[in-house]
């Protein structure tokens, strides 16, 4: 066995492909998960594209497939610190890998309830994870999903850097070089639960000397990884809708079922993308990599890719015929951004990335294909706004 690792959140998109991967990479594997992603789900009255089983039917998969065990605990990582303190000190694992967040910026723009659900989910789960870590004694790695989104997306013409910004400032000899956490700037409720999230870890590191990395992600896109395709019910996640659905899977199955690509504004907006199998090998990078004891918290850009949402599309309809549809923008974002990543981190420890270049589109076309008559056409357009005052144009204009 490698150790012990509690995944948090792990029944989730970018969780349960990363529970398969460090189970067949020989760790001990413990999930905890509250559902509350499958019951959000039922909400909105949208499932995944993809038949994705119950939890215990996908663990008994596993183990039917692979001969491997994975634990489940149900337990809301918010609410049930008890529960969650006594997990750490029975198991003693080596990394927590903390993805138990509510994640769809949309979601957490559409309405009051949504937003204050989104604040006290993420806020409280990742307060309670550290509280936890640190009343255990126990000496545990915190991996954190964070998000590009914490940075804003302009980047005054340079690339963005891994967590932290020289900055030159006036000191009482002279000049003096110093280094911050890069200024916090969310775009959107949840980016928001990010920036607080950061500067959770920040006290922590610096008071309780907890050992933390926080991956700041770009957006993921794919379904499969290599243990997902082992067997149907290991199936992942596939989010389509106007609230989860990210951009580029979005583009793919509305590909495949005729609808036009949904742009918002003039697609001139920049993102960081990664392929959710470049998520899972980051995240075993990370846990292989942790910080010494008395670093600073680590702080790794987790993407491979930037691409304008036009060029997305544009790629998707030369490979479809897909028509690509300019709607009025539902969000309030920049229109047109710059931004380059450093990602050197990672390409340091070994990552080889999986670029859209790397013919794995047509794999999650293929997916969206079979998958197609799940669909329901009336989800694509979101009905969440960043502004009450707008209409979302749902016929679409240019
Ligand atoms: P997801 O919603 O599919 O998975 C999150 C999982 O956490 C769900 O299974 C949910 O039930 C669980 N959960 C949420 N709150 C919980 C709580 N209080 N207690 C226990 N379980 C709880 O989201 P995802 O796409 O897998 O994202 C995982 C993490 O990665 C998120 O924190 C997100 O911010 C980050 N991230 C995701 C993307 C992306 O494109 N999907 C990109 C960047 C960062
Ligand atoms: N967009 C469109 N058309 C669509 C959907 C989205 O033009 O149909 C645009 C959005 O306006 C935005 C961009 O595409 O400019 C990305 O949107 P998205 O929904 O794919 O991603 P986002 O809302 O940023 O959130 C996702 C994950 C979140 C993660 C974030 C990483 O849901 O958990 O934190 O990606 S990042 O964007 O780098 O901050």
Known sequence: MNGHVIILGGDGFCGWPTALGFSQAGYDVTIVDNLSRRKIDVELECESLTPIQPIHRR????ANKTGKTINYVNLDVAVQYH??????EETRPTAMIHFAEQRAAPYSMKNSFCKRYTVGNNINATHNVLAAIVESGVDVHLVHLGTMGVYGYGTAGMPIPEGYLKAVVEGSEGPQEIEILYPANPGSVYHMTKTQDALMFYYYNKNDRLRITDLHQGVVWGTNTAETMLDEALINRYDYDGDYGTVLNRFLMQSVIGHPLTVYGCGGQTRAFIHISDTVKCIRLAVENPPAHGDRVQIFNQATETRTVRDLAEIVAEQTGAEVRYYKNPR??????????ENGKFLGLGLKPTTLGNGLMQEVISIAEKYKDRCDTTKIITDSLWTGDMEVDRKGSK
């Open 332 to 341: 309030r974002e920049d229109a047109v951004n710059q931004l380059q990543v």
């Open 83 to 88: 529960k969650l303190l006594s997990l750490i």
């Open 59 to 62: 663990i008994a998969a596993w």
